[in-house]
């Protein structure tokens, strides 16, 4: 099935049945973003309106067709016991360009239609898994006509209704059948689906009118500012805006319109080194208000850090494989905590028996050193003035967004929850997400690490200086940036996971100047890695981004201060033996006279 608007910048693999969730940076990229602010470019609306707003005719024609339904399929044999439609209207804009030249512009507007029909009870229906077979998180979508014509809209709804019914009416027999021979364990033993409070709400709808024009221009400027270097072999810079609207109806009473408007900037720069392994960079800015649009030198201030760095990482040494005392960075720390924590407090993990179940019957236990707590908190919009990407109003079951405390003074409180129960764990905490085309999990929005035992970064510095000293190890690592990350979390793997850094510091205890290093990715097991935290800064850090896992792409944010780990482990670089170009860039290749005239590079 297409699905539509899927974000090249993150993915997810399966193996084996097992899958693997990925979080990347920009074209793979999840960063700490930085607002400025900028001339009005953009409008868009995505507050909710004061006072009544008029039902849209979307919704009107939800619910039409939803009482129809229910008034045969409610007592049919067997009957529907929940029915939920929703349809997403997503407007995007693009442009793209690379070394100084366009490569895309466009706008397009579609709709998408899911509709989600459970035969059986709240107990036991048609998605119950029996034994060990894949789980099936690809949902059903079809796209629907753009026009606000009921007449259309009520027979795509017709139409997919009648086809979902079947299919669930056969899956429900073959359920039941072959629960008399496979074993059942003990959180399997959850109910199917929660009851939950129906939800009434439409809020201003999301939109913008974009001018691409001037941003085609900026594309172009900021990658011909690129090539300033010869180390830069390719450049790609991408700005896109999203207005997507959800329009919610299902059969408990739930009766949602609302919409998020979202702006990105990507920058990303290729290189190689002589050995031939390949360096890359990111920038990003993130904002939801255009009036917060980056400005040219905040962007060409990124452009010139990005070269220096690249340029620094290619002539770096490798590092060797590495086990020691290491600090992160809040930007580092954030994915550590995303892949390492987050991804396995998610619910319907505890319940899927392929999974690990790492923190399944640890509710109560002490997780993480008691100093830290977690939570994840969706209602939050920004932190001071920087945009959260993980926040929303309502998931995408109808429930609405709250505050989940996960960890409390080190011990595991909680889990994400979707509309999947389990066992002590009866109701969602509002955290069923998905990409349209995906059936909704239980997936992170706003990860929030909070410490009591912080000091400042110098002092946090120090502290690493001396755990060098103490272990006995010739060097200590700072992870200053990185690409993302990845985490096995199903038990047909091993429990671990992959945070891969960008730029990377040897910290030598005898006072010598920090030395750049490249070539390694941090690996390690989740319940031993979170348990060498000792300290942290009092600096938190924030990173956006896409995380992608069963449910397809979903826009996340995580916010930590600086950690210092007394082990950490490093393992070699996947890397090539392709050599750098034989010949520069046309444009630095003075001797061969073929540089442009002047403003012209």
């Excluded at 024609?61 to 009957?79: I, M, V, Y």
């Excluded at 272990?471 to 992870?479: A, S």
């Amino acid at each position: 099935m297409t699905r539509p608007d899927s974000n090249p910048s993150s993915f997810t693999r399966v193996r084996a049945g097992i899958w693997l969730a990925v979080c990347l940076l920009a074209c793979s990229a999840l960063t700490l973003t930085t607002i400025v602010s900028a001339p009005l470019l953009l409008a868009a609306q995505t507050r909710p309106a004061a006072g009544a707003v008029e039902k849209p005719a979307v919704l009107a024609a939800l619910e039409q067709e939803l009482e129809r339904s229910l008034e045969t399929l409610g007592k049919a044999d067997p009957k529907a016991y929940f029915l939920g439609y929703t349809v997403t209207e997503v407007q995007r804009a693009e442009v793209s360009g690379s070394n100084a030249a366009l490569m895309n512009s466009q706008e397009t507007r579609s709709r998408w239609l899911e509709v989600e029909l459970r035969v059986g009870d709240y107990a036991l229906d048609n998605t119950r898994r029996v034994g060990g077979g894949p789980p099936s998180y690809g949902g059903r979508v079809r796209q629907i006509p753009i026009e606000d014509d009921t007449a259309i809209i009520r027979r795509a709804l017709w139409l997919e209704t009648d086809r979902e019914y079947r299919q669930a009416a056969e899956q429900l027999i073959k359920i039941q059948t072959g629960r008399e021979v496979k074993v059942e364990t003990a959180e399997g033993q959850a109910p199917d689906f929660s009851r939950e409070k129906p939800q009434a709400a439409i809020l201003t709808r999301a939109n913008f009118a974009l001018e691409r024009k001037p941003w085609e221009e900026r594309v172009r400027r900021y990658t011909r500012a690129f090539r300033e270097s010869p180390a830069v072999l390719n450049s790609i810079v991408t700005f896109s805006v999203q207005a997507q609207n959800q329009y919610q109806a299902t059969s408990e009473g739930t009766r949602l319109a609302f919409g998020q408007a979202r702006y990105r900037l990507e920058l990303y720069i290729q290189c190689k080194a002589a050995d031939g392994m390949d360096i890359n960079r990111y920038g990003n800015f993130d904002w939801t208000d255009p009036k917060q649009a980056p400005d040219d030198a905040a962007v060409l201030a990124r452009v010139k850090e990005m070269i220096r760095e690249a340029e620094a990482l290619v002539a770096a040494p490798l590092v060797d494989p590495y086990a020691g005392p290491a600090m992160l960075t809040g930007r580092a720390a954030a994915v550590f905590f995303h892949e390492v924590f987050g991804h396995r407090a998610e619910g319907h993990r505890q319940k899927d028996i392929t999974e690990g179940q790492t923190f399944a019957r640890k509710v109560g236990e002490q997780i993480l050193p008691e100093f830290l707590s977690v939570y994840d908190d969706p209602t939050k919009a920004q932190l001071d003035s920087t945009v959260l990407l993980g926040h929303y109003p309502f998931d995408d079951e109808g429930v609405q967004a709250r505050r989940v405390p996960l960890v409390e003074k080190g011990i595991l409180r909680n889990f994400l929850m979707s509309r999947s129960p389990l066992v002590g764990f009866a109701n969602s905490n509002g955290h069923g997400r998905r990409q349209v085309g995906f059936s909704p999990v239980a997936r992170q929005g706003n990860l929030m690490i909070e410490s009591a035992r912080t000091v400042t970064n110098q002092q946090l510095r120090q502290m690493l200086i001396e755990e060098i000293r103490k272990q006995g190890k010739p060097f200590g690592l700072v992870i200053d940036d990185i690409a993302g990350g990845f985490t096995f979390t199903g038990r047909g793997l091993p429990q671990a996971f992959q945070v891969i850094p960008l730029v990377v510091y040897k910290v030598y205890p005898d006072g010598r100047p920090d030395e750049l290093v490249r070539g390694v990715d941090i690996v390690g097991t989740p319940l031993v890695s979170l348990t060498k935290i000792v300290a942290t800064d009092d600096r938190p850090e924030i990173f956006n981004g896409y995380c992608g896992a069963e449910s397809g792409s979903v826009p996340v944010s995580a916010v930590s201060p600086a950690i210092l780990i007394t082990e950490m482990e490093v393992q070699k670089k996947e890397t090539s033996t392709d050599k750098p170009p034989i010949l520069p860039p046309p444009h630095h290749d003075v001797a061969g006279g073929a540089r442009p005239a002047a403003g012209k590079q």
